[in-house]
C-alpha cells in the first residue's frame, strides 16, 4: 500500500545541485560591479581624460585658428576672403525695402540730428510699406502666421506681451527672487496716456522702424533677421498694423468701413 508520505517524496523535484546555486549566486553579485565603478565615478575626480568609446571625428589632426599652417604660402590658418568678397550687407538695391532706412550713396546709414542736445542722432526710417508690395488679405494673413511663429512666444497672440515665454519668466522670478532681471516683451499695441496715440503705432512708429526691429532686434531682443526672409519680416509689419487696428479702431474707422 502506497502511504500519503511516499507520494509527496515522488513528487519532489530534484534538489538543485550546487553549482547551479553558485553560478546565480555569484551572477548576482557581478552585477552589482558597474553599478560600483558608477558609484566611484559619481563620487571621484579624476585627471585622465574620460573614457572616448566612439571617436567620430571628435579626435582628428587639425590647425587652430592663428595657428601656423604650413599648407599655405603665407602659413595662415585663418583664411582671408577670397579677392571681391562683399559683405551682405553692401548689396543693396531697394533700401527701403530691405533695411527700413535711408542710405546715402556709399550705403551709410542716414542719420537724423535731433533738435535738442543730448539726444543721440537716430536712423532716418521710411514711412509705410514699400510699393513693390501689395498689402492684401493674403499678405496680411501671412504676417499673422509669422507673427505667431516667431513674435507670439513673447509678444502674445494679441501683440500685448503676455506670451508664454513672460508667463513662465514672471514665475521663476517669483520662485527664485534672485532672478530679477526680466525684461518682459514690449506691449506693442500700447496707447501713450498723455497723447491717447498708439506707441507703436505708424505715426510714432514709422512702418520703416518696425522692420528694423524685427531684421535687427532692440536693446534686449534679438534680431530675427536670419529667420525671416524680407518680404515676410513685412508681412508681419502689416499685421501688427492690423493688430493695432483690431485692438483700437475708433468709430471713425468703423464708419470708413462700413461705407
Ligand atoms: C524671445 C522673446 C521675444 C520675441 C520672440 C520677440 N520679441 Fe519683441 N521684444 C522682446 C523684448 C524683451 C522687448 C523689449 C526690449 C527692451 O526693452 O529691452 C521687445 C520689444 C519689441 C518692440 C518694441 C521696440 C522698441 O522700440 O521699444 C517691438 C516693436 C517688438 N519687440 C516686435 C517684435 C516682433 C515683430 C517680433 C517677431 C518677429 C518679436 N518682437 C519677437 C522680446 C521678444
Redesign the pocket.
Known amino acids: 500500500m502506497k502511504l500519503i508520505k511516499d507520494f509527496i517524496e515522488d513528487t519532489y523535484l530534484p534538489k538543485m545541485p550546487f553549482w547551479l546555486i553558485a553560478i546565480a549566486v555569484v551572477g548576482v553579485v557581478a552585477t552589482w560591479v558597474p553599478l560600483a565603478f558608477i558609484a566611484k565615478a559619481r563620487t571621484t575626480t579624476s585627471t585622465k581624460p574620460p573614457v572616448h568609446i566612439f571617436q567620430d571625428m571628435d579626435l582628428q589632426p587639425r590647425f587652430d585658428a592663428q595657428s601656423i599652417n604650413p599648407i599655405f604660402a603665407d602659413q595662415r590658418s585663418m583664411r582671408p576672403n577670397p579677392a571681391g568678397t562683399v559683405s551682405r550687407r553692401a548689396i543693396i538695391g531697394d533700401a527701403h525695402y530691405e533695411l527700413g532706412f535711408k542710405v546715402d550713396d556709399a550705403g551709410q546709414p542716414v542719420l537724423v540730428q535731433p533738435d535738442e542736445e543730448g539726444i543721440e542722432a537716430t536712423l532716418d526710417f521710411y514711412r509705410g510699406i514699400p510699393d513693390r508690395i501689395d498689402v492684401d488679405d493674403v499678405f496680411v494673413k501671412r504676417g499673422q502666421e509669422?507673427?505667431n511663429i516667431?513674435?507670439s512666444?513673447?509678444?502674445g497672440y494679441d501683440g500685448q506681451g503676455n506670451?508664454a515665454?513672460n508667463k513662465r519668466a514672471l514665475e521663476l522670478v517669483n520662485i527664485n527672487s534672485t532672478i530679477n532681471q526680466w525684461?518682459?516683451?514690449?506691449n506693442?499695441i500700447a496707447v501713450n496716456p498723455q497723447t491717447g496715440n498708439l506707441l507703436?503705432g505708424e505715426e510714432e512708429?514709422a512702418d520703416g522702424?518696425?522692420y528694423n526691429?524685427?531684421n535687427n532686434g532692440?536693446?534686449?531682443?534679438?534680431g530675427?533677421g536670419q529667420q525671416?526672409s524680407v518680404k515676410d519680416?513685412w508681412s508681419?509689419v502689416a499685421y501688427?498694423r492690423a493688430l493695432q487696428i483690431s485692438q483700437h479702431a475708433s468709430e471713425k474707422d468703423l464708419a470708413e468701413q462700413s461705407e
Open positions: 509669422q507673427f516667431y513674435c512666444a513673447c509678444h506670451g515665454v525684461t518682459p516683451a514690449s506693442i507703436y512708429y522702424k518696425l526691429t524685427i532692440i536693446r534686449n531682443m534679438k530675427y525671416i519680416r508681419i501688427i
